[in-house]
């Protein structure tokens, strides 16, 4: 019942906070608030990755969560993540090392 009603809340944010993500990329700005739509676009597409990580934990307490392998750029992803909470990272020069050494191959991927 729990897990039930979490899903629906959750579907019930998820819903409308797509709906700002879609209608903020239709938005005509100048150069300078570009930046300021940008940054509300990350920030939507965090808190929807959250949403989906409440609805996923609400699955696996349900027993119904499926898993699929997908690929992903980690690289990106991690600059993302850097530039959603404000964190210079490795792109501004600051440090981090976005290396990844796989054990299968023993190449290194920079």
Same mark, same amino acid.
């Given at each position: 019942? &729990?897990?039930? #009603?979490? !899903?629906?809340?959750?579907?019930?944010?998820?819903?409308?906070?797509?709906?700002?993500? $879609?209608?903020?990329?239709?938005? !005509?700005?100048?150069?300078?608030?570009?930046?300021?739509? %940008?940054?509300?676009?990350?920030?939507?597409?965090?808190?929807? !990755? =959250?949403? $989906? /990580?409440?609805?996923?934990?609400? &699955?696996?307490?349900? &027993? =119904?969560?499926?898993?699929?392998?997908?690929? #992903?750029?980690?690289?990106? +992803?991690? &600059?993302?993540?850097? !530039? +959603?909470?404000?964190?210079? /990272?490795? +792109?501004?020069?600051?440090? $981090?090392? #976005?290396?990844?050494?796989?054990? %299968? +191959? $023993?190449?290194?991927?920079?």
């Amino acid at each position: 019942m &729990k897990e039930n #009603f979490l !899903a629906v809340i959750i579907h019930d944010l998820r819903t409308p906070l797509t709906g700002v993500v $879609g209608m903020t990329n239709l938005i !005509a700005v100048d150069a300078e608030q570009r930046e300021y739509v %940008a940054s509300i676009v990350r920030s939507a597409e965090v808190l929807q !990755a =959250q949403i $989906g /990580g409440v609805l996923d934990l609400s &699955k696996i307490k349900a &027993k =119904q969560l499926r898993l699929e392998s997908v690929a #992903f750029d980690l690289r990106g +992803s991690m &600059k993302e993540v850097c !530039a +959603s909470t404000g964190n210079p /990272g490795p +792109s501004r020069g600051t440090g $981090g090392d #976005f290396t990844h050494r796989s054990r %299968a +191959s $023993g190449l290194e991927d920079r």
